[in-house]
């Protein structure tokens, strides 16, 4: 089966409305002649909107992504937004359970399962983020942490569910530090990943699920990674807050 690749980028916190419009309106300017790759960007909140319209009023491919949402679909939940505000601000995709909202904000993987579920209930494209720390790296945990954050962050849904479902392995050692799993390591890690959710659902959903690497991905290390068969994208930081080099990332087989 061929899995269209996916190129992602978290903007974090950062740009205000006027920037990222402005980011997002020359990244599609660049990328208007890529047909084989599926790109994303997820704005701040605040800037979701505008970017969805701009995107929209140039015809661009390139998708709106949100960077968080709550589970329930209204209610008094104070700083909060729904998979259903997302949707009629123009949001495609929704990234779930970043390493970022674990360690600072206390979500756990229980939160990621009820937010994943929220997000397909809207038919939003859930990105479900796992990864291990330096510390459980080191203490060779890698596959029991990553087994535990898809068992718990899946717990009850059905295959037929998680037809759009992406993974980003993103190993929490590697975001914003400049360190890279090696291409090889890449590899072994997403293909176990896969075989994780063979196990768990099935063959058929886990030959088609996009498998996304993210931590410190760059326009010199992308080809490599791209080159490994069960590497099928990247959810790109830093590197996709500029248009020129984020492209490099997307046109990383021209």
């Given amino acids: 089966m061929t899995i269209s690749p996916l190129i992602a980028g978290n903007w974090k916190m950062f740009k205000t409305c006027s ?3 402005k980011t997002a309106k020359r990244i599609a300017e ?66 779930v359970g970043h390493s970022e909202r674990r360690q600072y904000f206390g979500e756990t993987d229980d939160d990621v ?3 994943i579920g929220a997000a397909l209930e809207s038919n939003l494209i859930p990105v479900m983020c796992i990864g291990e720390t330096e510390s459980e790296k080191k203490e060779e945990k890698t596959f029991y942490v990553l087994d535990k954050q898809i068992e718990n962050g899946l717990k009850g849904l059905r295959s037929n569910e998680l037809g759009t479902l992406v993974i980003a392995y993103e190993p929490v050692w590697a975001i914003g530090t400049g ?12 293909r176990y990943i896969r075989a994780k959710i063979a196990k768990m659902f099935d063959n058929k959903l886990s030959e088609g699920i996009r498998i996304l690497y993210g ?39 021209k």
């Fill in 30 to 95: 660049l990328a208007k002649d890529i047909t084989d790759i599926d790109i994303m960007v997820a704005p701040p909140f605040t800037a979701i909107e505008a970017v969805s319209e701009a995107l929209l009023s140039i015809n661009s491919r390139v998708r709106v992504g949100a960077q968080n949402l709550f589970y329930k679909s209204e209610g008094a939940y104070t700083g909060e937004i729904s998979a259903n505000m997302l949707k009629s601000a123009g949001v495609s995709y929704v990234i």
């Fill in 19 to 21: 920037e990222a419009v």
């Fill in 113 to 115: 399962r009820k937010k």
């Fill in 215 to 253: 931590g410190s991905v760059k326009p010199d290390n992308i080809s490599e990674l791209m080159s490994h068969h069960n590497i099928n994208g990247a959810l790109v930081g830093g590197a996709s807050l500029d248009p020129e080099s984020f492209i490099k990332i997307i046109k990383y087989n």
């Fill in 179 to 190: 360190n890279t799993a090696s291409p090889n390591e890449a590899e072994s890690v997403h």
